[in-house]
């Protein structure tokens, strides 16, 4: 379809369309921050956040999510749970728009898995452009996913008193098409557009000091490295970076029962690499004890294997990994520092 | 406004667990619990040696278990459990006629097609044991599509050993050579005294006809491998299965990872020729 645009008085009248269709999250306030939330108002919405404390996965992907309920007894039994509710994500960045499409891919990748997308089948993705980097911790531009071409239904740009409209999907054209307060781009939004992207192509740059193509061969001729030892010196193994991470989609499968010991439910719960237990076996052998090589095992999944798994890299550098570490572990120094002499 | 629905694949529930009953159980050692389960829907489990399935106590968790009994036993399958968590202790008070639930088979197996006509050295130790005997009594299922057969078994101590009557089976069996070891013996034990790579003295193979499946404890690994290197055994005939804690089963949760692979999906049975690419592999 070809684009649109919406003059920003009538984006109200648009997002209360969508709430009166759908539940609708979106970026608002929280405690000098920003997080996706449900909202009941247009005027929660932060239109001009930089980034959200956690990405959208968790409304695809819930931190807690129940997949199966059982009965216990003498005849056990048990039901698969699949739960899902349409919802409209509104004002997802470019980076956390391209984090959703690896969500996908992992997902989809047989056996496919229904909990994930039964709620991604009834997700819309409006994303919102942003001019430029959220702060100093983002890396967008070096992993390429600073602009979306793909992934969104529909991606808005503030291109001065209206939005540019770009639709990425039919689905993306049919919340638009019988709204007569979306017209279509003309020369002059087409030219604000292009301005738009001159600029932020100037206000976003590299940070990685070499194309990150080179990220897997760099990584894969650095298992031994002692980089891995310098930043595990520091590293707590608390975890947040995976918390945080809107691409990480390790699990830990937990069971809980009703207080009559009846039945109950079984759980997911999202984990992390970087706890000491997460590669323990039954009877205490641990593949990997050290935080060293937790670290090793996660910037590898990051930057080379979820690449050559799924097609994607598995950061988009949205640096939230980076921005909510307690010991200022930063993946662009790492990076950096791996590359040894072809940096220096 | 229409909101329409993202075409995405279609996916059945992946973590539904069916129902099975177990009709015999009995301890094989201190620890380690003998169960033979036959499925609700009366069809067989259709599992490959070497493949596991995610155990369900509804209440406590799942845990992955491996098969122990080979494929061409059609109306049971069997598993052989260590108590040393909260699910398989939950499993070792179960009794015959108890039901159960589990989900699989889950991963490769061994390619027991690509074996066929080939001289097989098994080395199996501790509870490493129970995932080979899948194979083992497939071999002998199928004698006349295997070779020579040679069997090194081997445990910490005398009554740690598992399957006692099926490895007094082997050891009678003309067509197998079975060698078995205990690294402390007690004052009844008459055998080799030893660990497990102390019977490759014993071992007699064509090298470059042979497969060799090796299952052991994470230890066994580097010193099984390099005995059966130097009998000359080639990197790609030198099958083993990797323990990790399997989680989903499907390849999604992350915990069996080893670098890029999902143990649970692309193994557990690796070749040396693998392996030795795998960071933290063995």
Known sequence: MLPKIIKKDNLRGFVEGLMAESAVVAPTPRGGKYAFSPIESFDEIALDYNITLLSPRKYLYPQVETLLSFKTGKSPSSEAVVESSPVVIFGIHPCDVAAIGLLDAVFSDPPADPNYLDKRRKAVLIGLNCASPCDSYCFCRDMKTYNATEGFDIMLTDIGDRYFVEVGTPRGEALLVEDADFTGATAADLKALQDYQDQKEKNFVKKIPYDTKFLPEILGQSDNSLV????????????????????????????????????????????????GEFAEVAGGENFRKDRSARLRHRFNRKAKWI???????????????????LVKINSVEVYTQLAGERVS | MTISEKELPAAEPIFKPVMGKIVATRMLAEKERYFRVVLENGKPLGHKPGQFVEVSMFGVGEAPISICSSPTQEDSFEMCVRNVGSVTNAMHKLEPGSPIA????????????????????????????????????????????????????????????????????????????????????????????GVITTLFKYVKVDAANTFTVIIGPPVMYKYAILEALTLGIPESRILCSLERRMKCGVGKCGHCQIGNVYVCKEGPVFSYAQIKRMKEGI
Not at chain 1, 230 to 243: D, H, L, M, P, Y
Not at chain 2, 140 to 169: N, Q, S, W
């Open chain 2, 102 to 193: 589990l989900r699989g088979p889950y991963g490769n197996g061994f390619d027991v097609q690509a074996m066929k006509g080939k001289d097989m050295l098994f080395v199996a130790g501790g509870l490493g044991l129970a995932p080979a005997r899948g194979v083992i009594k497939y071999v002998f299922d199928r004698r006349r599509d295997f070779g020579k057969v040679t069997i090194l078994c081997g445990a910490k101590t005398p009554p740690e050993l598992l399957f006692k009557e099926d490895l007094a089976e082997w050891g009678a069996r003309p067509d197998c050579a079975f060698h078995v070891s205990v690294d402390r013996p007690d004052e009844s034990w008459k055998g080799n005294k």
């Open chain 1, 307 to 325: 690449l050559e798994r799924y097609g994607k890299l598995g950061c988009v550098g949205c640096g939230r990994c980076d921005r909510n570490c």
């Open chain 1, 228 to 275: 891995w030892d310098a930043i595990g010196r520091k590293c707590f193994s608390c975890g947040a970076c995976n918390t945080t991470c809107p691409t990480c989609y390790c699990f830990n499968i937990k069971d809980d029962v009703s207080a009559d010991l009846s039945g109950g439910v079984r759980k997911r719960i999202w984990d992390s690499c970087q706890l």
